[in-house]
């Protein structure tokens, strides 16, 4: 059974950082495509950014050059550093592999 837990989510000013961090067991993430999505609300659920099993990397054209999606091969765990954070980032942040969601973490950008 596939469980993905995700922490790190919080409330932060505009401007500010966080890193998400999403710990995988009864999957592998390096041999697999993971996803960080996110929903803000009254708004559907969003591709964020993915990285493949081979570490090729994309992302939503609004988060170019402000968030990364990294992995630790030797924790199983996948990050999302997320930098220069806006107003329209607050949203519930989830990870996501192919068979398995996690609980999210709600990630709030507010001064």
């Known amino acids: 059974q596939v469980q993905l837990v995700e922490s790190g989510g919080g409330l932060v000013q505009p401007g500010g950082s966080l890193r998400l961090s999403c710990a995988a067991s009864?999957?592998?993430?390096?041999?697999?495509?993971v996803g960080w999505y996110r929903q803000a609300p009254g708004k559907e659920r969003e591709l964020v950014a993915a990285m493949s099993s081979g570490g090729n990397t994309n992302y939503a054209d609004s988060v170019k050059g402000r968030f990364t999606i990294s992995r630790d091969n030797a924790k199983n765990t996948v990050y999302l550093q997320m930098n220069s954070l806006k107003p329209e980032d607050t949203a519930v942040y989830y990870c996501?592999?192919?068979?398995?969601w996690g609980q999210g973490t709600r990630v709030t950008v507010s001064s």
């Open positions: 996501h592999s192919p068979t398995a």
């Open positions: 009864g999957i592998i993430f390096r041999f697999n495509t």
